[in-house]
């Protein structure tokens, strides 16, 4: 009898065009913690405090933001097989893209070429004025030299971690180009995410609707598990790696 990984493999092999939406949950064997699992982060904050608006409106808060930052930026995280599956899939031409809802950018670490990156990504800060964008580690120089809460050094504006906040626009652009994709694909794979967060989490039912298989690859349980084709409750790393090898040998027939 064929395991999760086989049946999946299959369904890669047959796609022409699949589409991966990936969450946290695919890096939390990278060592990084998700939001909503057992050893997640909102079981240490309260999302409540961490929002768009008390970021702009509350320099106390925007201090603790950039002392945590900097805590955390130290550490270094690696791809890991789930990662690399992905971007081997990628290179096979069965994967068209990698929606993601990661700010740690381990998908590109990886290999993986086309990723749209929903909630933005944590190696950048952007002003919130002016738009200007640098590297996350020359705000994090400031920081370490004493400056509790950096301001944009060409217009003043306040400083933010180019990371899409609870209560913050998205960028319409990666939006808009990862629905369209979705309506193209004929295989949607969602990894890691508790599918709760919208509108990102739109992106594999707006997959389904318009006619694509829906695979769940999430440890616990999702709402959207009873639309899905196939749902597998393991850690995503060996799960990916088999399927790829898979796919790829049948691919190679
Ligand atoms: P989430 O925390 O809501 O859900 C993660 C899901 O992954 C959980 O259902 C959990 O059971 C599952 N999971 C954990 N480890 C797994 C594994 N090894 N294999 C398979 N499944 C596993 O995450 P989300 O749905 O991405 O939404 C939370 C928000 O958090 C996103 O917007 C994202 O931007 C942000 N976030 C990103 C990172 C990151 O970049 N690595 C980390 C934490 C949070």
Known sequence: MSGPAEILGEMLATSERALAFTGAGISTE???PDFRGPNGVWTKFDPNEFNF????ADPDHRRRVWKMRLESW?????PNDGHR???DLERLGIIDCVVTQNIDRLHQAAGSTVVLELHGNAREVVCLSCGARQ???AAHDRVRAGEDDPACLLCGGILK????S???PMPEDIVEE???RARQCDLCLVVGSSLVVYPAAGVPLEAKHAGARLVILNQSETEMDGLADLVINEPAGAVLSEAARIAARLRAR
């Not at 608006?53 to 702009?56: D, E, K, L, R, T």
């Not at 971690?161 to 899409?164: L, R």
């Open 166 to 168: 609870f209560g913050q």
């Open 161 to 164: 971690s180019a990371t899409i």
């Open 135 to 137: 590297p996350a580690s």
């Open 178 to 180: 990862a629905f369209y």
């Open 53 to 56: 608006q008390n970021y702009v």
């Open 74 to 78: 130290d550490t270094q995280y690696e």
């Open 85 to 87: 599956a992905l971007a």
């Open 30 to 32: 990278s060592g990084i």
